[in-house]
């Protein structure tokens, strides 16, 4: 859900289905079952355990967007790109501040619990979160070579939609670490930078 508020952001309240389902696409890696950290990072472009710098990202955006003409590819490859960069600022800001604070035994479980309850926050705060789960089914995706293929972003678009829309899966809790005002301020700053780092 944040990337989607941050697809929203950038389209000015009116996202493309396509920018709504390549926001997702770097995760569509998961469809092939348990993988490893380093087959995830290949997606993300990570290179020794580091995401990728803000330049590298821009290189490759150019790389991929000037590959298709049709609107459809290129709002597809700002949606991966930007998915790639706001987890680059999120691990260098929210995930960095929670680290901070976090003291107890169990930090993937609690950033795992406290993520999900964003998700089922921002599905309720955002005036089109139906609407946007309802346009991303409508996108035919692409390939991103050697990345992902089609078929896989399909299945994990598929597969993110009817999570969200099962209220079993909200954790029920108040998160301490990610606070809605907090996340909010995540993405209102994200979609700023993504627009002047992206505009040229």
Same mark, same amino acid.
């Given at each position: 859900?944040?990337?989607?508020?941050?697809?929203?952001?950038?389209?000015?309240?009116?996202?493309?289905?396509?920018?709504?389902?390549?926001?997702?696409?770097?995760?569509?890696?998961?469809?092939?079952?348990?993988?490893?950290?380093?087959?995830?990072?290949?997606?993300?472009?990570?290179?020794?355990?580091?995401?990728?710098?803000?330049?590298?990202?821009?290189?490759?955006?150019?790389?991929?967007?000037?590959?298709?003409?049709?609107?459809?590819?290129?709002?597809?490859?700002?949606?991966?790109?930007?998915?790639?960069?706001?987890?680059?600022?999120?691990?260098?800001?929210?995930?960095?501040?929670?680290?901070?604070?976090?003291?107890?035994?169990?930090?993937?479980?609690?950033?795992?619990?406290?993520?999900?309850?964003?998700?089922?926050?921002?599905?309720?705060?955002?005036?089109?979160?139906? =609407?946007?789960?309802? %346009?991303?089914?409508?996108?035919?995706?692409?390939? #991103? @070579? /050697?990345?992902?293929?089609?078929?896989?972003? +399909?299945?994990?678009?598929?597969? =993110?939609?009817?999570? %969200?829309?099962?209220?079993?899966?909200?954790?029920? #809790? @108040? /998160?301490?670490?990610?606070?809605?005002?907090? +996340?909010?301020?995540?993405?209102?700053?994200?979609?700023?930078?993504?627009?002047?780092?992206?505009?040229?």
């Amino acid at each position: 859900m944040v990337h989607f508020a941050i697809s929203e952001g950038l389209f000015n309240q009116a996202p493309t289905s396509n920018l709504l389902l390549g926001s997702i696409a770097p995760d569509a890696i998961h469809v092939r079952g348990q993988i490893t950290r380093e087959e995830k990072g290949v997606t993300h472009f990570v290179h020794n355990g580091r995401l990728p710098t803000k330049e590298l990202i821009l290189k490759k955006y150019q790389e991929y967007w000037l590959k298709r003409q049709d609107p459809e590819w290129k709002d597809f490859v700002l949606g991966y790109f930007s998915h790639i960069y706001t987890d680059l600022r999120w691990t260098e800001t929210a995930y960095a501040d929670f680290e901070k604070e976090y003291t107890g035994n169990e930090i993937r479980e609690i950033y795992n619990q406290e993520v999900s309850q964003i998700e089922f926050e921002l599905l309720r705060s955002m005036r089109n979160a139906d =609407k946007l789960l309802m %346009l991303i089914q409508k996108a035919d995706g692409f390939t #991103i @070579s /050697p990345l992902v293929t089609q078929l896989e972003v +399909i299945q994990y678009r598929d597969i =993110k939609v009817n999570w %969200l829309r099962d209220q079993n899966h909200e954790p029920q #809790i @108040s /998160p301490v670490y990610f606070k809605p005002a907090k +996340i909010e301020n995540f993405i209102h700053v994200t979609v700023k930078e993504l627009k002047e780092q992206f505009n040229e």
